[in-house]
C-alpha cells in the first residue's frame, strides 16, 4: 500500500543553518506529493507541493523537489529562522485511493 | 478568514462517557475530513465524506460516527470514550471531491483526553 517515510526528529540547528527534512514514498501509479507545516498550537498548513516527476515545489524560502526515481521529496532550506520552529509533515495523494497518506512529522527547532 | 472551525479545542472525559466534536467550514467545500494525531504516527483519516449526505470510512473508523449536518458541517461522535482514543483531532476541507487531489485546509484541532 501506499506510505511515507520522513527521517526521525526532532531536528535541531541554529538560525541561518541549512536545512533537510528527509521524505520518501512507496506509491502505486503517479501520486501528488506534499509539505505541510504544523506550528505550536495549530493545525496544519499546506507548504508546498508537486504533482509531477521533476516538480519543484517552493514557498516561504522552502523547496522540495519530486524525484520519481528515489522515490524522495525532501525538503530543504538555505537559511532557518527561529520562527520556523514548527512540525514538518510530508504526504503523498493517491488518485487511486483519494486518500492523503501522511508521514509521522518531524520537529524542527531553530536556536537564536 | 475564519476557514475550518473546531470546537471544543480541549476536553476530558471520562470512560465510557460520549460527545461529539464540532466542525464547520465557510469556503464553501465539498469533501470533510476527520484525522486523529499520534505521537509518532503523524495524521491517520478517520472518516471522510465526498460531499453532503455522504459518508466513508478512513483508516481507523472503529469507535466512531460522523453526520454531514449541511455542506459546512461535519461532526465526530465517540459514543463510549476509551482511553485509545485519547488524542488531538483534526477536522479538514478541500474544494471538489477526495480524488480531485486539491489541498485540504485543517482547523487547530480538538485536544481530547480520556481517563
Known amino acids: 500500500g501506499n506510505s511515507v517515510t520522513q527521517m526521525e526528529g526532532p531536528v535541531t540547528l541554529s538560525e541561518e543553518a541549512f536545512l533537510t527534512i528527509n521524505c520518501t514514498y512507496t506509491?502505486?501509479?503517479?501520486?501528488?506529493l506534499f509539505w505541510y507545516v504544523q506550528y505550536p498550537g495549530e493545525g496544519l498548513q499546506l507548504l508546498l507541493k508537486?504533482?509531477?516527476?521533476?516538480d519543484k515545489g517552493s514557498n516561504k524560502g522552502f523547496e522540495a523537489t519530486y524525484r520519481k526515481e528515489t522515490t524522495s521529496f525532501h525538503l530543504e532550506k538555505g537559511s532557518v529562522q527561529v520562527s520556523d520552529s514548527a512540525v514538518y509533515f510530508c504526504?503523498?495523494?493517491?488518485?487511486?485511493?483519494?486518500?492523503?497518506?501522511f508521514g509521522q512529522g518531524t520537529t524542527l527547532q531553530v536556536k537564536p | 478568514n475564519a476557514g475550518v472551525t473546531q470546537t471544543p479545542k480541549f476536553q476530558v472525559l471520562k470512560t465510557g462517557q460520549s460527545m461529539t466534536l464540532q466542525c464547520a467550514q465557510d469556503?464553501?467545500?465539498?469533501?470533510m475530513y476527520w484525522y486523529r494525531q499520534d505521537p509518532g504516527m503523524g495524521l491517520r483519516l478517520i472518516y471522510y465524506?465526498?460531499?453532503?449526505?455522504?459518508?466513508d470510512k478512513g483508516e481507523v473508523p472503529n469507535g466512531y460516527n460522523v453526520s454531514r449536518l449541511n455542506k459546512r458541517e461535519f461532526s465526530l461522535r465517540l459514543e463510549s470514550a476509551a482511553p485509545s482514543q485519547t488524542s488531538v483531532y483534526f477536522c479538514?476541507?478541500?474544494?471538489?471531491?477526495?480524488?480531485?487531489?486539491?489541498?485540504?485546509?485543517f482547523g487547530d484541532g480538538t485536544r481530547l483526553s480520556i481517563l
Open positions: 465524506s465526498a460531499s453532503e449526505g455522504t459518508t
Open positions: 506509491a502505486t501509479g503517479y501520486p501528488s
Open positions: 479538514a476541507s478541500s474544494e471538489g471531491g477526495p480524488t480531485a487531489n486539491q489541498p485540504q485546509h
Open positions: 508537486a504533482t509531477k516527476a521533476d
Open positions: 469556503m464553501n467545500h465539498n469533501s
Open positions: 504526504a503523498l495523494f493517491s488518485g487511486n485511493t483519494g486518500k492523503l497518506i
